[in-house]
């Protein structure tokens, strides 16, 4: 399983920007997808995950402002970032228990990350 991050960038603070992660390979069951997010300086921490039914957790940081979904026909990860803070600014990872065809065992995979920059 491949997992590729698109829509980092920078942005002023209170912007919005939406990122997007595509899941390609012998996918029999991607459960569940994740965005972590690493700070300058920081250890990697999780954003939010959702399952393939929808069901979502966020990290307190980010409740109320991003908002994680997936497209489970497309393999997509989604997470829509509103009233971004300078604090927000990290390279971003999507991440995801996958099953794969035909050994149908689970790993876990991350993608190459993304990164995101809020300016004050």
């Known amino acids: 399983v491949q997992l590729q991050a698109f829509g980092g960038g920078l942005v002023q603070a209170g912007g919005s920007l939406r990122l997007a992660c595509a899941a390609s390979g012998n996918i029999f069951l991607i459960n569940p997808m994740r965005w972590y997010r690493q700070p300058p300086g920081k250890q990697r921490e999780l954003v939010a995950s959702i399952t393939s039914g929808g069901s979502t957790n966020y990290a307190d940081s980010v409740k109320g402002r991003f908002t994680i979904s997936r497209d489970n026909a497309e393999n997509t990860l989604y997470l829509q970032m509103n009233s971004l803070k300078p604090e927000d600014t990290a390279v971003y990872y999507c991440?995801?228990?996958?099953?794969?065809?035909?050994?149908?065992?689970?790993?876990?995979?991350w993608g190459q990350g993304t990164l995101v920059t809020v300016s004050s």
């Open positions: 991440n995801a228990a996958g099953v794969t065809i035909p050994t149908m065992t689970t790993s876990d995979y």
